[in-house]
């Protein structure tokens, strides 16, 4: 079985090693990829979109995964293009990807499907968002489009609220586009993933991710500075609830809508005190969440995504171990704002966890950071102390210069 991966960071390299370690024994290939991905992963010599396409039907590669979101949308979309050329894709059509390619998408079909989410308004300019927020504090801002996970904006205030909109639709921060004024909503966050195959779900081990760069969930919002995974991260009551009320309905919404999806949905809740309500929609596999998951997954994921993405729904191929796991991310000087790159990296040959790289290239004189996130290191447990603890302890043992790394990531909000 050949498959290749598309992305280029540490989500990329854990679905990569995961995928490397079926018992079907994949040929694995990456495209763009990186220094550390191409440790286990052939790399695709293609330059372009229309490249990559051609060299996976040239060499007659057996299933595309997508990992980042990015490609999903691109041109014509990824998944499109693989279905005109015979190639089974593991992601979602391009039409479907606006789930999250559209914030503004995303909250029209909840609300189209009784889905429950926060309400909110869509603006097309400065002084509409100021009206549609009305003084009401703390808000929520969302670009309407992609943003490598810094689209949003939690504003306490005035001042906040103004600065953020200022970086949209004054700076144009992240290009051109709508903007969604959303309640504010409360409660502990949780990460649900689906492996969506037509009408069929399996839920996914359960993660709680930390956005905000300093502990304390205090700082700017970031692309992720850490996580945690279990299936025990949730109780048996709640999945129930969240799978009732909110994956079986946006399942058959898709389905209704004429939307098709095979591939990693993600859901991002809030557990409010009405329930659990859904704060976004991402249609891949979560960043930094997948360092967590990846590693408690048992089984063959390569037959189980190559299964999906042609229509057959095989959930028995995978499982989830029942410990817990912990993802600490090292994050460059500057990020969120900006990022640092060439600062050596020490420490990596001491440590005892899960190494993977988000931001990072290899040099003479060793790894360097190339990027905002530069690593994620992961490690299990039996329990969750068991598991950040370690986690904490070997993250420690890894530096460079202007290095950030939270020190609460699985203690707050557990």
């Given at each position: 079985?050949?498959?290749?991966?598309?992305?280029?960071?540490?989500?990329?390299?854990?679905?990569?090693?995961?995928?490397a370690g079926s018992p079907s024994k994949p040929e694995l290939y990456t495209f763009p990829g990186s220094d550390a991905i191409r440790q286990?992963?052939?790399?695709?010599?293609?330059?372009?979109?229309?490249?990559?396409?051609?060299?996976?039907?040239?060499?007659?590669?057996?299933?595309?995964?997508?990992?980042?979101?990015?490609?999903?949308?691109?041109?014509?979309?990824?998944?499109?293009?693989?279905?005109?050329?015979?190639?089974?894709?593991?992601?979602?059509?391009?039409?479907?990807?606006?789930?999250?390619?559209?914030?503004?998408?995303?909250?029209?079909?909840?609300?189209?499907?009784?889905?429950?989410?926060?309400?909110?308004?869509?603006?097309?300019?400065?002084?509409?968002?100021?009206?549609?927020?009305?003084?009401?504090?703390?808000?929520?801002?969302?670009?309407?489009?992609?943003?490598?996970?810094?689209?949003?904006?939690?504003?306490?205030?005035?001042?906040?609220?103004?600065?953020?909109?200022?970086?949209?639709?004054?700076?144009?921060?992240?290009?051109?586009?709508?903007?969604?004024?959303?309640?504010?909503?409360?409660?502990?966050?949780?990460?649900?993933?689906?492996?969506?195959?037509?009408?069929?779900?399996?839920?996914?081990?359960?993660?709680?991710?930390?956005?905000?760069?300093?502990?304390?969930?205090?700082?700017?919002?970031?692309?992720?500075?850490?996580?945690?995974?279990?299936?025990?991260?949730?109780?048996?009551?709640?999945?129930?609830?969240?799978?009732?009320?909110?994956?079986?309905?946006?399942?058959?919404?898709?389905?209704?809508?004429?939307?098709?999806?095979?591939?990693?949905?993600?859901?991002?809740?809030?557990?409010?005190?009405?329930?659990?309500?859904?704060?976004?929609?991402?249609?891949?596999?979560?960043?930094?969440?997948?360092?967590?998951?990846?590693?408690?997954?048992?089984?063959?994921?390569?037959s189980f995504c190559l299964a999906g993405a042609k229509g057959e729904f095989k959930p028995e191929l995978i499982s989830f171990d029942e410990?817990?796991?912990?993802?600490?991310?090292?994050?460059?000087?500057?990020?969120?704002?900006?990022?640092?790159?060439?600062?050596?990296?020490?420490?990596?040959?001491?440590?005892?966890?899960?190494?993977?790289?988000?931001?990072?290239?290899?040099?003479?004189?060793?790894?360097?950071?190339?990027?905002?996130?530069?690593?994620?290191?992961?490690?299990?447990?039996?329990?969750?102390?068991?598991?950040?603890?370690?986690?904490?302890?070997?993250?420690?043992?890894?530096?460079?210069?202007?290095?950030?790394?939270?020190?609460?990531?699985?203690?707050?909000?557990?």
């Amino acid at each position: 079985m050949k498959i290749a991966v598309i992305g280029k960071g540490g989500r990329e390299q854990a679905l990569v090693e995961t995928l490397a370690g079926s018992p079907s024994k994949p040929e694995l290939y990456t495209f763009p990829g990186s220094d550390a991905i191409r440790q286990t992963a052939k790399q695709i010599p293609a330059d372009s979109f229309d490249g990559l396409m051609q060299w996976m039907v040239d060499n007659k590669i057996d299933l595309c995964v997508a990992g980042e979101e990015s490609y999903l949308v691109k041109e014509e979309g990824l998944a499109n293009r693989c279905a005109t050329l015979g190639i089974p894709c593991w992601g979602p059509r391009k039409e479907s990807a606006q789930l999250e390619a559209s914030k503004e998408f995303a909250k029209d079909f909840l609300l189209r499907h009784d889905i429950p989410t926060g309400m909110a308004k869509a603006v097309a300019d400065y002084d509409e968002a100021i009206a549609a927020i009305g003084g009401q504090y703390p808000t929520v801002l969302k670009f309407d489009g992609l943003a490598a996970g810094k689209g949003v904006a939690v504003c306490p205030d005035a001042a906040a609220a103004e600065e953020f909109l200022r970086e949209v639709f004054i700076d144009k921060r992240f290009g051109p586009g709508r903007l969604l004024v959303e309640e504010f909503l409360t409660g502990p966050e949780i990460s649900i993933f689906g492996a969506i195959c037509d009408e069929h779900y399996l839920i996914l081990c359960p993660a709680r991710d930390y956005k905000r760069l300093c502990d304390g969930d205090e700082g700017p919002n970031t692309g992720g500075m850490g996580a945690v995974a279990s299936r025990q991260l949730a109780t048996p009551e709640v999945l129930r609830t969240i799978e009732e009320r909110i994956v079986a309905p946006t399942v058959a919404g898709l389905q209704k809508d004429g939307l098709p999806y095979r591939g990693f949905l993600y859901f991002g809740l809030m557990l409010t005190p009405q329930g659990p309500k859904v704060i976004e929609y991402n249609c891949r596999f979560g960043d930094p969440e997948c360092e967590a998951v990846m590693p408690l997954l048992r089984g063959d994921l390569a037959s189980f995504c190559l299964a999906g993405a042609k229509g057959e729904f095989k959930p028995e191929l995978i499982s989830f171990d029942e410990g817990w796991s912990v993802c600490c991310i090292l994050a460059s000087a500057g990020y969120p704002a900006s990022s640092h790159s060439g600062d050596l990296i020490r420490g990596l040959e001491d440590c005892g966890a899960r190494v993977f790289h988000c931001g990072t290239k290899k040099t003479e004189a060793g790894w360097q950071t190339a990027g905002g996130r530069v690593l994620a290191i992961v490690a299990q447990g039996a329990t969750l102390d068991e598991a950040r603890t370690k986690a904490h302890e070997e993250a420690a043992k890894v530096d460079f210069d202007g290095a950030q790394r939270r020190s609460d990531i699985a203690y707050k909000n557990m």
